[in-house]
């Protein structure tokens, strides 16, 4: 049996993977080699395989994202990338729908506000280690080789930075739209919203000191 906090946890995972799948596909360019497209694919049929299982399961709890998707794929001509099929989670169609469960709003609340805090905690500690290969590499690194090998590992922590922003806005949007309907109040003090601006590591915000005056982003009084 799946139950309601199951179904919600389960629909933020699959979220993530689409993130995931969708940055990668990016990163791949115009020159695609043999094996790179065999792991699109493998990618690509892991992730509709557990779509297709949690679709079911969801239809059992919320009958209404049937006729959701049925207007959603007519409007887009039944086309579409498999990152950018309708979850229909309980925050994302609150607005279109007033047969929502409560008890399922609920329990996507406590998870959002739990993902929210996490991914800060996560984006605190990435910056942290960016700022530490990038200070290492200017200090220590030489030759061609080493830098090369230093690159590729900040691409990876900047992949990694994008998902975690990803992540945060997609469960502050969340947490926006369920909030007034099942009255919660105050998370906002805490949970800002995420600009692009707001990504720098702590070492460069003391690096960038003026007369004494340090200005921490709300980031790190959170999660600081």
């Given at each position: 049996d799946v139950s309601p906090s199951m179904l919600i946890g389960s629909g933020l995972d699959l979220e993530e993977q689409q993130c995931r799948l969708h940055l990668y596909k990016a990163s791949l360019g115009l020159h695609v080699s043999d094996r790179q497209e065999g792991s699109v694919l493998h990618k690509t049929t892991s992730l509709q395989c557990h779509i297709d299982l949690w679709a079911a399961v969801q239809q059992l709890y919320m009958p209404v994202v049937g006729i959701i998707r049925q207007h959603l794929s007519a409007a887009n001509s039944g086309m579409g990338q498999l990152e950018d099929y309708a979850l229909c989670l309980p925050s994302a169609i609150v607005a279109a729908s007033s047969t929502c469960n409560k008890i399922l709003m609920e329990h996507e609340w406590k998870l959002r506000h739990a993902q929210a805090h996490d991914a800060l905690h996560s984006l605190c500690q990435t910056l942290w280690y960016q700022s530490y290969i990038l200070k290492f590499k200017d200090q220590h690194l030489t030759g061609q080789g080493a830098n090369t090998c230093a690159h590729a590992t900040l691409?990876?922590?900047?992949?990694?930075?994008?998902?975690?922003?990803?992540?945060?806005?997609?469960?502050?949007?969340?947490?926006?739209?369920?909030?007034p309907i099942i009255n919660k109040t105050g998370w906002q003090t805490t949970l800002c919203m995420l600009r692009s601006e707001d990504i720098c590591s702590m070492m460069d915000m003391l690096d960038m000191e003026t007369e004494g005056t340090q200005m921490f982003l709300w980031i790190w009084k959170v999660h600081g």
């Open positions: 691409k990876k922590i900047e992949a990694k930075i994008t998902i975690i922003m990803q992540q945060y806005q997609a469960a502050h949007a969340a947490l926006c739209f369920l909030a």
